[in-house]
């Protein structure tokens, strides 16, 4: 069996991101997965029995005291050390804006090919082959980087499978001090967020809200219907730039792509910006004032009506039927 | 402080986009070509840069067919100073490998202090090659920045950064020289006025090949093995709300065992 890394990003507080179970996923599918995360000295222990969690057996940890000082460098150190001591066919790493630094520098370290963006991945004889969804789905283009070793970014939430907890066992990984010119992190915040609602990206239900929603008030409406079905809630690039939401909600073109079982539209006009991000859901269903929104167009359900009227009925509804 | 931003030409967001069946490129005669937005927001930044001080120069820099001139001319009308443009028939369907290695050997040609970039190109997507090139020229990088300053000049000052992604908040602090990478977050850009426009025809616009950068061993890292279109998604049931849309709504849900 070959060895697949598996790149673990922390949060700045240790928590591991709900992601790396897609990244387990896919590793799972051309080889055995190797985990590799950098720490604190000394918090060792305390990530790699939280690992096991994804499924991830054997983690290679690397104990630096740069981590969350330096950007990016300790993460691509531990996994160029990591490669030079396990030779594997592939590094996968979120395709997170941390986990694209770290990509871009692993595979220039290590002359390999990068794979962006992958939303599945097989192997073709001794070739790693990556599927990716261009265009917000419109096209499935499989690409590989033949005899190289592969780098590869997966997009996180692509896979919906959950893993089956097992004890991990860690090995100390070493990597070396030296100094290269990086940014220095000075401050970290993790954005406060209701534990109980799902993270977007890998979410199996989003609820989003559009310009129609109105103000930042009115987006509570949009959480409310999330809350009642378990979804995370969403937003069009629209409602972000009125500052009815913070922006790591946005999905579309220049936000998160989802793929989730359910999405929903609430007053979005369905602009192809937006369709970009949640066109690959598997059921879409919209509702909006204007019967001609384009977002009806690829809705599997919609309702021409009114948010304020249909949706706080609909609460009501699913409520009246658990 | 010498600025060095990259511009790109993509399709416009708002037209259909195709890919190539044979090759997996994007079909650039399907759509208009347009600066793509988050370049105009990198020429910005760097633009306001330059307002601050006027001793700054804002070269700008693409790589892109006969074509792309076009974004270039853009940029400069805006107010930018010069340009390159990396032009070469060898070039096209060039993955990320061989865009970072080209433009890391164009920044290798000229002195500069800071080159920004957007997080990402609205056709790529990729969101890898300021990142790459800072390794490749042995630089620091901070991408998807919200918003920067600078502090304390150019000379031995900081570049202090911010970005909100993935959950997380961050400040980051980096020297020079060094990449940075912009997100949507930052101003848009200026409109370019009369005077720029006409004055954008005489600035000079530096042409260079492959071959000119001393690259001619350019193989793709990376393959395209399949493209497969998808089939466009058939509108489904639509309603007007008569009052009874909810319990349709929560039928629909029920039947696609959503509740």
């Known amino acids: 069996m070959t060895t697949v890394l598996v790149s673990i990003e922390l949060t700045p507080s240790g928590d591991v991101r709900p992601g790396l179970a897609d990244l387990v996923a896919h590793a799972r599918s051309i080889g055995s997965p190797v985990g590799v995360v950098t720490v604190a000295p000394g918090d060792s222990a305390s990530v790699t029995e939280r690992l096991g969690a994804f499924g991830l057996a054997e983690v290679l940890v690397a104990e630096s005291a740069a981590v969350g000082a330096a950007d990016a460098e300790p993460r691509v150190r531990a996994l160029v050390a990591a490669a030079a001591a396990r030779n594997p066919t592939a590094v996968l790493i979120a395709n997170t804006v941390r ?191 204007d019967e001609t929104a384009p977002i009806f167009e690829i809705a599997d359900f919609g309702v021409v009506g009114d948010i304020f009227t249909v949706v706080p009925a609909l609460i009501a509804e699913v409520e009246a039927r658990r | 402080m010498k600025i060095i931003t990259l511009v790109k030409q993509v399709p416009d967001t708002w037209s259909e986009r195709r890919l190539d069946p044979e090759t997996g490129r994007v079909d650039r005669a399907v759509s208009e070509a347009v600066i793509d937005e988050i370049s105009e927001r990198a020429i910005e930044a760097a633009l306001a840069l330059k307002d601050a001080d006027k001793s700054t120069t804002v070269t700008l820099l693409t790589m892109g067919p006969a074509g792309a001139l076009d974004a270039l001319r853009k940029g400069l009308s805006m107010g930018a100073d010069d340009a390159v443009h990396i032009r070469d028939d060898a070039l096209q369907g060039a993955d990320v490998t061989i865009t970072s290695r080209v433009i890391a050997a164009a920044l290798l040609r000229r002195p500069w202090d800071l080159v920004i970039a957007g997080n990402e190109s609205t056709d790529g997507r990729g969101g890898v090659l300021p990142a790459m090139l800072a390794e490749r020229l042995g630089v620091a990088s901070a991408t998807g920045l919200d918003s920067f300053e600078l502090t304390g000049g150019a000379a031995g000052g900081d570049l202090v950064g911010r970005r909100s992604a993935d959950g997380v908040d961050e400040v980051l602090r980096l020297g020079f020289p060094s990449v940075v990478s912009i997100t949507e977050r930052m101003p848009d850009a200026r409109f370019p006025n009369f005077r720029g426009i006409l004055g954008a025809k005489k600035k000079p616009v530096e042409v260079l090949t492959a071959a000119d950068l001393g690259l001619t061993d350019l193989h793709p890292a990376v393959s395209v093995v399949s493209v497969a279109e998808r089939p466009p998604r058939q509108a489904g049931t639509r309603i007007i709300d008569d009052g009874s849309a909810a319990a349709a709504l929560a039928d629909f849900f029920a039947s696609r065992r959503l509740i």
């Open chain 1, 99 to 289: 986990g694209r630094d770290v990509a871009a520098r692993v595979a220039v370290r290590l002359d390999a090919g990068l794979l962006l963006d992958i939303v599945g991945l097989h192997a073709e004889g001794k070739r790693v082959v990556g599927e990716h969804s261009v265009f917000g789905g419109a096209y499935l283009t499989a690409s590989t980087a033949g005899d190289r070793m592969t780098v590869a970014t997966v997009r996180e939430g692509s896979t919906g499978e959950q893993p089956s907890p097992v004890t991990a066992s860690a090995s100390a990984l070493e990597i070396d001090d030296t100094t290269v010119p990086t940014a220095v992190i000075t401050e970290a915040t993790e954005h406060a967020r209701r534990s109980e609602r799902p993270e977007l990206r890998t979410a199996e239900r989003v609820v989003s809200g559009g310009r129609a929603v109105g103000s930042a008030e009115g987006f509570e409406l949009v959480e409310r219907l999330a809350d009642a079905l378990g979804a995370a809630v969403g937003a069009s690039r629209a409602a972000v730039d009125a500052g009815y939401i913070s922006q790591d909600h946005q999905v579309g073109q220049t936000g998160v792509s989802v793929s989730p079982e359910l999405y929903i539209a609430l007053g979005i006009s369905g602009a192809i910006q937006h369709r970009a991000g949640m066109q690959t859901a598997k059921t879409i269903v919209a509702v909006n004032k």
